[in-house]
Protein backbone atom coordinates (compact mmCIF):
# COMPACT_ATOMS: atom_id res chain seq x y z
CA UNK A 1 0.00 0.00 0.00
CA UNK A 2 1.23 2.96 -0.74
CA UNK A 3 0.11 7.04 0.59
CA UNK A 4 -0.05 10.04 -1.92
CA UNK A 5 0.19 12.19 1.46
CA UNK A 6 2.59 10.17 4.27
CA UNK A 7 3.15 12.84 6.22
CA UNK A 8 -0.45 12.94 8.01
CA UNK A 9 0.06 9.48 9.43
CA UNK A 10 1.76 11.84 11.89
CA UNK A 11 -1.98 12.47 13.00
CA UNK A 12 -2.16 9.20 14.59
CA UNK A 13 -0.40 10.80 17.70
CA UNK A 14 -3.84 12.22 18.12
CA UNK A 15 -5.46 8.77 18.96
CA UNK A 16 -3.76 7.67 22.32
CA UNK A 17 -3.97 11.36 23.24
CA UNK A 18 -8.14 11.11 23.22
CA UNK A 19 -8.04 7.89 24.38
CA UNK A 20 -6.23 8.89 27.40
CA UNK A 21 -8.57 12.23 27.76
CA UNK A 22 -11.67 9.62 28.01
CA UNK A 23 -9.68 7.81 30.58
CA UNK A 24 -8.92 10.77 32.61
CA UNK A 25 -13.12 11.79 32.55
CA UNK A 26 -14.12 8.74 33.47
CA UNK A 27 -11.93 8.98 36.52
CA UNK A 28 -12.39 12.48 37.48
CA UNK A 29 -16.52 11.52 37.53
CA UNK A 30 -16.08 8.88 39.81
CA UNK A 31 -13.88 11.40 42.40
CA UNK A 32 -17.01 13.95 42.38
CA UNK A 33 -19.16 11.91 43.91
CA UNK A 34 -20.99 14.14 47.00
CA UNK A 35 -20.64 12.44 50.33
CA UNK A 36 -23.94 12.91 52.69
CA UNK A 37 -26.02 11.07 54.66
CA UNK A 38 -28.59 10.08 51.61
CA UNK A 39 -25.80 8.96 49.01
CA UNK A 40 -26.42 5.40 49.48
CA UNK A 41 -29.83 5.87 48.70
CA UNK A 42 -28.96 7.18 45.59
CA UNK A 43 -26.64 4.96 44.68
CA UNK A 44 -29.14 2.02 45.83
CA UNK A 45 -31.88 3.67 43.41
CA UNK A 46 -29.54 4.17 40.62
CA UNK A 47 -30.30 1.86 37.56
CA UNK A 48 -27.29 2.17 35.78
CA UNK A 49 -26.53 0.33 31.87
CA UNK A 50 -24.00 -2.68 32.18
CA UNK A 51 -20.79 -1.29 32.23
CA UNK A 52 -19.69 -2.52 28.94
CA UNK A 53 -22.45 -0.93 27.17
CA UNK A 54 -21.38 2.89 28.10
CA UNK A 55 -17.96 2.17 26.75
CA UNK A 56 -19.33 1.04 23.17
CA UNK A 57 -20.26 4.24 21.14
CA UNK A 58 -16.94 6.16 22.34
CA UNK A 59 -14.85 2.61 21.19
CA UNK A 60 -16.55 3.15 17.94
CA UNK A 61 -16.36 7.05 17.79
CA UNK A 62 -12.51 5.79 18.46
CA UNK A 63 -11.88 3.80 15.81
CA UNK A 64 -14.27 5.83 13.19
CA UNK A 65 -11.78 9.05 14.13
CA UNK A 66 -8.67 6.07 13.64
CA UNK A 67 -10.45 5.44 9.73
CA UNK A 68 -10.43 9.12 8.75
CA UNK A 69 -7.15 9.94 10.06
CA UNK A 70 -5.99 7.00 7.81
CA UNK A 71 -7.95 8.56 5.03
CA UNK A 72 -5.90 11.51 5.57
CA UNK A 73 -2.91 10.13 4.41
CA UNK A 74 -4.85 9.34 0.95
CA UNK A 75 -3.85 5.26 0.85
CA UNK A 76 -3.72 3.56 -2.51
CA UNK A 77 -4.62 0.05 -2.52
CA UNK A 78 -4.06 -2.45 -4.96
CA UNK A 79 -7.99 -3.44 -5.32
CA UNK A 80 -9.99 -6.18 -8.50
CA UNK A 81 -11.93 -4.23 -10.37
CA UNK A 82 -14.05 -4.67 -13.82
CA UNK A 83 -11.56 -4.31 -16.52
CA UNK A 84 -11.61 -1.41 -19.10
CA UNK A 85 -10.90 -3.54 -22.00
CA UNK A 86 -13.09 -3.52 -24.95
CA UNK A 87 -11.19 -4.18 -27.73
CA UNK A 88 -8.50 -7.68 -28.18
CA UNK A 89 -6.58 -8.27 -31.37
CA UNK A 90 -5.05 -11.82 -31.60
CA UNK A 91 -2.01 -12.44 -33.65
CA UNK A 92 -1.35 -16.09 -34.51
CA UNK A 93 1.38 -17.32 -36.32
CA UNK A 94 0.69 -19.11 -39.30
CA UNK A 95 3.60 -20.32 -40.52
CA UNK A 96 5.07 -24.18 -41.47
CA UNK A 97 6.23 -24.86 -38.42
CA UNK A 98 2.74 -24.63 -37.04
CA UNK A 99 2.46 -28.35 -38.59
CA UNK A 100 4.41 -29.67 -35.89
CA UNK A 101 2.86 -32.73 -33.54
CA UNK A 102 4.78 -32.15 -30.75
CA UNK A 103 1.15 -31.56 -29.77
CA UNK A 104 -1.35 -33.36 -30.40
CA UNK A 105 -2.84 -33.48 -33.04
CA UNK A 106 -0.52 -30.92 -34.27
CA UNK A 107 0.21 -27.10 -33.59
CA UNK A 108 -2.08 -25.48 -35.60
CA UNK A 109 -4.97 -27.30 -34.99
CA UNK A 110 -4.70 -27.10 -31.07
CA UNK A 111 -3.78 -23.34 -31.58
CA UNK A 112 -7.05 -23.32 -33.52
CA UNK A 113 -9.15 -25.05 -31.03
CA UNK A 114 -7.89 -23.45 -28.03
CA UNK A 115 -8.51 -20.15 -29.78
CA UNK A 116 -12.01 -20.43 -30.51
CA UNK A 117 -12.56 -21.76 -27.08
CA UNK A 118 -10.62 -18.34 -25.82
CA UNK A 119 -13.47 -16.43 -27.41
CA UNK A 120 -16.04 -18.01 -25.86
CA UNK A 121 -14.72 -17.30 -22.73
CA UNK A 122 -14.62 -13.38 -23.15
CA UNK A 123 -17.25 -11.56 -21.63
CA UNK A 124 -19.60 -10.63 -25.14
CA UNK A 125 -19.16 -7.00 -24.71
CA UNK A 126 -15.18 -7.28 -25.41
CA UNK A 127 -14.67 -7.02 -29.80
CA UNK A 128 -11.60 -9.19 -31.23
CA UNK A 129 -9.93 -8.95 -34.39
CA UNK A 130 -7.55 -11.63 -35.77
CA UNK A 131 -4.09 -10.83 -37.62
CA UNK A 132 -1.89 -14.14 -38.74
CA UNK A 133 1.66 -14.05 -39.75
CA UNK A 134 3.93 -15.96 -41.65
CA UNK A 135 6.72 -14.24 -44.04
CA UNK A 136 3.78 -11.60 -44.50
CA UNK A 137 0.98 -10.33 -41.75
CA UNK A 138 -2.35 -9.64 -42.70
CA UNK A 139 -6.04 -9.23 -41.16
CA UNK A 140 -8.13 -12.05 -41.48
CA UNK A 141 -10.84 -10.67 -39.68
CA UNK A 142 -11.49 -6.90 -38.47
CA UNK A 143 -12.61 -6.17 -35.43
CA UNK A 144 -16.21 -7.37 -34.62
CA UNK A 145 -18.19 -8.62 -31.76
CA UNK A 146 -19.62 -11.62 -33.74
CA UNK A 147 -18.04 -14.72 -32.15
CA UNK A 148 -19.10 -16.75 -35.38
CA UNK A 149 -17.08 -14.66 -37.73
CA UNK A 150 -14.26 -14.96 -35.81
CA UNK A 151 -14.48 -18.59 -35.23
CA UNK A 152 -14.74 -18.51 -39.29
CA UNK A 153 -12.27 -16.33 -39.81
CA UNK A 154 -9.64 -18.84 -37.29
CA UNK A 155 -10.73 -21.51 -39.44
CA UNK A 156 -9.71 -20.21 -42.66
CA UNK A 157 -5.95 -20.11 -41.63
CA UNK A 158 -3.33 -21.35 -44.17
CA UNK A 159 -0.17 -22.11 -42.88
CA UNK A 160 2.85 -20.38 -45.41
CA UNK A 161 6.83 -19.94 -45.18
CA UNK A 162 8.58 -17.72 -42.97
CA UNK A 163 7.83 -15.99 -39.54
CA UNK A 164 7.49 -12.48 -39.30
CA UNK A 165 6.93 -12.04 -35.51
CA UNK A 166 7.31 -8.12 -35.85
CA UNK A 167 4.76 -7.80 -38.37
CA UNK A 168 2.56 -9.45 -36.90
CA UNK A 169 2.63 -7.78 -34.07
CA UNK A 170 2.49 -3.89 -36.05
CA UNK A 171 -0.57 -5.02 -37.79
CA UNK A 172 -2.19 -6.21 -35.02
CA UNK A 173 -1.17 -2.80 -33.15
CA UNK A 174 -2.36 -0.74 -36.10
CA UNK A 175 -5.70 -3.28 -36.33
CA UNK A 176 -6.13 -2.10 -32.51
CA UNK A 177 -5.46 1.41 -32.51
CA UNK A 178 -6.60 2.75 -36.15
CA UNK A 179 -7.05 6.55 -34.96
CA UNK A 180 -2.77 6.33 -34.34
CA UNK A 181 -3.06 6.45 -38.22
CA UNK A 182 0.48 3.80 -38.25
CA UNK A 183 2.30 4.00 -41.74
CA UNK A 184 2.66 0.45 -42.43
CA UNK A 185 3.79 0.68 -45.57
CA UNK A 186 6.45 2.63 -43.85
CA UNK A 187 6.76 0.29 -40.59
CA UNK A 188 6.81 -3.03 -42.29
CA UNK A 189 8.87 -1.95 -45.31
CA UNK A 190 11.46 0.78 -44.32
CA UNK A 191 13.35 1.99 -47.09
CA UNK A 192 17.52 0.92 -47.10
CA UNK A 193 20.09 2.11 -44.98
CA UNK A 194 21.95 3.42 -47.76
CA UNK A 195 20.53 6.74 -48.68
CA UNK A 196 16.80 6.41 -48.23
CA UNK A 197 16.29 5.07 -52.09
CA UNK A 198 19.43 5.87 -53.24
CA UNK A 199 21.56 8.28 -55.87
CA UNK A 200 18.84 7.03 -58.58
CA UNK A 201 16.21 8.37 -56.61
CA UNK A 202 16.34 11.72 -57.48
CA UNK A 203 18.31 14.59 -55.91
CA UNK A 204 18.98 14.39 -52.11
CA UNK A 205 19.22 17.26 -49.45
CA UNK A 206 21.98 17.19 -47.09
CA UNK A 207 19.51 15.34 -44.20
CA UNK A 208 19.74 12.69 -47.08
CA UNK A 209 15.96 12.74 -47.88
CA UNK A 210 14.27 13.57 -51.40
CA UNK A 211 14.00 17.19 -52.43
CA UNK A 212 10.83 16.26 -53.99
CA UNK A 213 9.52 14.14 -50.84
CA UNK A 214 6.40 15.76 -48.84
CA UNK A 215 8.95 16.93 -45.15
CA UNK A 216 8.12 14.18 -42.65
CA UNK A 217 4.78 14.50 -40.11
CA UNK A 218 5.25 15.27 -36.63
CA UNK A 219 5.28 12.15 -34.82
CA UNK A 220 3.13 11.59 -31.64
CA UNK A 221 3.98 11.94 -28.02
CA UNK A 222 5.13 8.59 -27.03
CA UNK A 223 2.59 7.02 -24.43
CA UNK A 224 3.18 5.75 -20.97
CA UNK A 225 3.63 1.76 -21.58
CA UNK A 226 0.85 -0.02 -20.38
CA UNK A 227 -1.46 3.16 -20.26
CA UNK A 228 -3.86 2.34 -22.94
CA UNK A 229 -6.97 0.39 -21.14
CA UNK A 230 -9.34 -0.16 -24.55
CA UNK A 231 -7.32 -2.87 -25.62
CA UNK A 232 -4.53 -5.24 -25.66
CA UNK A 233 -3.18 -7.76 -28.33
CA UNK A 234 -2.31 -11.64 -27.62
CA UNK A 235 0.50 -12.77 -29.92
CA UNK A 236 1.29 -16.25 -30.19
CA UNK A 237 4.07 -17.82 -31.71
CA UNK A 238 6.08 -21.38 -32.37
CA UNK A 239 9.23 -20.07 -33.70
CA UNK A 240 11.22 -17.46 -34.04
CA UNK A 241 11.94 -14.43 -36.66
CA UNK A 242 12.95 -15.03 -39.69
CA UNK A 243 11.67 -11.87 -41.84
CA UNK A 244 10.41 -8.89 -41.29
CA UNK A 245 10.53 -5.99 -38.65
CA UNK A 246 13.03 -6.68 -35.62
CA UNK A 247 9.60 -7.87 -32.41
CA UNK A 248 11.59 -5.79 -30.34
CA UNK A 249 11.02 -2.81 -32.44
CA UNK A 250 7.83 -3.34 -33.01
CA UNK A 251 6.90 -3.93 -29.28
CA UNK A 252 8.41 -0.58 -28.36
CA UNK A 253 5.65 0.99 -31.27
CA UNK A 254 3.69 -0.51 -29.44
CA UNK A 255 4.91 0.51 -26.03
CA UNK A 256 4.93 3.84 -27.55
CA UNK A 257 1.00 4.09 -28.21
CA UNK A 258 0.38 2.46 -24.25
CA UNK A 259 -0.05 -0.85 -25.76
CA UNK A 260 0.14 -4.09 -23.65
CA UNK A 261 1.55 -7.00 -25.81
CA UNK A 262 0.66 -10.21 -24.21
CA UNK A 263 3.11 -12.89 -25.62
CA UNK A 264 2.37 -16.59 -25.95
CA UNK A 265 5.74 -19.68 -27.01
CA UNK A 266 3.35 -22.44 -28.17
CA UNK A 267 5.06 -26.09 -28.55
CA UNK A 268 8.04 -28.15 -27.05
CA UNK A 269 11.89 -28.47 -27.74
CA UNK A 270 11.42 -31.56 -29.65
CA UNK A 271 8.91 -29.59 -32.42
CA UNK A 272 10.13 -30.75 -35.94
CA UNK A 273 8.64 -30.57 -39.09
CA UNK A 274 9.15 -32.30 -42.45
CA UNK A 275 11.37 -30.91 -45.31
CA UNK A 276 12.19 -31.59 -48.58
CA UNK A 277 13.85 -35.03 -50.23
CA UNK A 278 12.90 -36.71 -46.38
CA UNK A 279 15.25 -34.04 -44.43
CA UNK A 280 13.46 -32.75 -41.36
CA UNK A 281 14.35 -29.64 -39.11
CA UNK A 282 13.28 -28.98 -35.44
CA UNK A 283 11.55 -25.80 -34.75
CA UNK A 284 12.04 -24.02 -31.15
CA UNK A 285 10.87 -21.14 -29.34
CA UNK A 286 13.02 -17.77 -28.96
CA UNK A 287 11.24 -17.00 -25.77
CA UNK A 288 14.13 -14.59 -24.96
CA UNK A 289 12.13 -12.09 -27.70
CA UNK A 290 8.73 -12.86 -26.40
CA UNK A 291 9.79 -12.18 -22.60
CA UNK A 292 11.51 -9.03 -23.84
CA UNK A 293 8.64 -7.96 -26.14
CA UNK A 294 6.20 -8.45 -22.89
CA UNK A 295 8.47 -6.45 -20.73
CA UNK A 296 8.56 -3.67 -22.99
CA UNK A 297 5.06 -3.54 -23.37
CA UNK A 298 4.06 -3.96 -19.46
CA UNK A 299 2.59 -7.51 -20.36
CA UNK A 300 3.52 -11.18 -19.65
CA UNK A 301 5.04 -13.75 -21.00
CA UNK A 302 3.36 -17.30 -20.90
CA UNK A 303 4.68 -20.96 -21.72
CA UNK A 304 2.37 -23.58 -23.02
CA UNK A 305 3.87 -26.85 -24.32
CA UNK A 306 1.08 -28.71 -25.28
CA UNK A 307 -2.81 -28.09 -25.79
CA UNK A 308 -4.07 -27.95 -22.16
CA UNK A 309 -0.92 -25.86 -21.40
CA UNK A 310 -2.27 -23.39 -24.48
CA UNK A 311 -5.73 -23.67 -22.83
CA UNK A 312 -5.12 -23.15 -19.53
CA UNK A 313 -3.24 -19.57 -20.84
CA UNK A 314 -6.25 -18.69 -22.61
CA UNK A 315 -8.20 -19.06 -19.63
CA UNK A 316 -6.11 -17.19 -17.27
CA UNK A 317 -5.87 -14.05 -20.22
CA UNK A 318 -9.58 -14.27 -20.51
CA UNK A 319 -10.18 -13.52 -16.62
CA UNK A 320 -7.06 -11.23 -16.76
CA UNK A 321 -9.40 -9.11 -19.38
CA UNK A 322 -12.83 -9.21 -17.43
CA UNK A 323 -11.35 -8.22 -13.94
CA UNK A 324 -7.71 -6.78 -13.79
CA UNK A 325 -5.93 -5.45 -10.19
CA UNK A 326 -5.38 -1.21 -9.96
CA UNK A 327 -3.44 0.54 -8.07
CA UNK A 328 -6.88 2.52 -6.63
CA UNK A 329 -7.27 5.77 -4.07
CA UNK A 330 -9.60 4.23 -1.57
CA UNK A 331 -10.17 7.79 0.56
CA UNK A 332 -13.16 7.68 -0.18
CA UNK A 333 -14.19 4.53 0.83
CA UNK A 334 -12.54 4.98 4.65
CA UNK A 335 -14.19 8.30 4.67
CA UNK A 336 -17.50 6.29 3.98
CA UNK A 337 -16.98 3.68 6.52
CA UNK A 338 -16.10 6.17 9.54
CA UNK A 339 -19.58 7.84 8.59
CA UNK A 340 -21.34 5.07 9.26
CA UNK A 341 -19.54 3.98 12.69
CA UNK A 342 -20.14 7.01 13.32
CA UNK A 343 -24.17 7.10 12.33
CA UNK A 344 -23.98 3.72 14.66
CA UNK A 345 -22.49 5.44 17.34
CA UNK A 346 -25.31 7.66 17.48
CA UNK A 347 -28.05 5.19 16.88
CA UNK A 348 -26.91 2.83 20.33
CA UNK A 349 -26.33 6.11 22.43
CA UNK A 350 -29.99 6.95 21.37
CA UNK A 351 -31.77 3.07 22.16
CA UNK A 352 -29.04 1.99 25.20
CA UNK A 353 -29.00 5.85 26.91
CA UNK A 354 -32.71 6.83 25.85
CA UNK A 355 -31.85 10.29 25.06
CA UNK A 356 -33.96 12.98 26.25
CA UNK A 357 -34.73 11.90 29.58
CA UNK A 358 -33.53 13.41 32.62
CA UNK A 359 -29.65 11.59 33.05
CA UNK A 360 -29.11 9.99 29.53
CA UNK A 361 -26.64 7.52 31.74
CA UNK A 362 -28.85 6.26 35.07
CA UNK A 363 -32.71 6.23 35.68
CA UNK A 364 -34.04 6.72 39.03
CA UNK A 365 -36.06 3.83 40.65
CA UNK A 366 -39.29 4.53 42.70
CA UNK A 367 -38.24 4.81 45.95
CA UNK A 368 -40.55 2.27 48.13
CA UNK A 369 -42.62 4.14 50.96
Known sequence: ??????????????????????????????????????????????????????????????????????????????????????????????????????????????????????????????????????????????????????????????????????????????????????????????PSPAGFGGAAGGGLNNGGRSLDAKPPEKERAPEPPGSFKGGAIVLLTDGRRTSGPDPLWAAQKAADLGVRVYTVGFGTPNGFIPGFEGSSFFTQVDEESLKAVAKITEAEYFK???????????????????????????TALLSGAALLMVMLALVLSALWFRLGDPGPMRTFRHAQP
Open 1 to 190: MQFLQPLMLWSFVLLPLLAGVYVWLLRRKRQQVVSFSAVSWIVQNIETPSAWRRHVPPAILFVAMGLLLFASARPVARVTLPADYMTLVMAMDVSRSMLAEDVDPSRIKAAQKAAKDFLQDLPPNIRVGIVSFAANAQVVQHVTPQRDELVEAIDRFQLQRGTATGSGLLMALATLRPEAKLDLEKLLFP
Open 304 to 330: AGSADDLKKVYQHLSNQFTLEKRDTEI
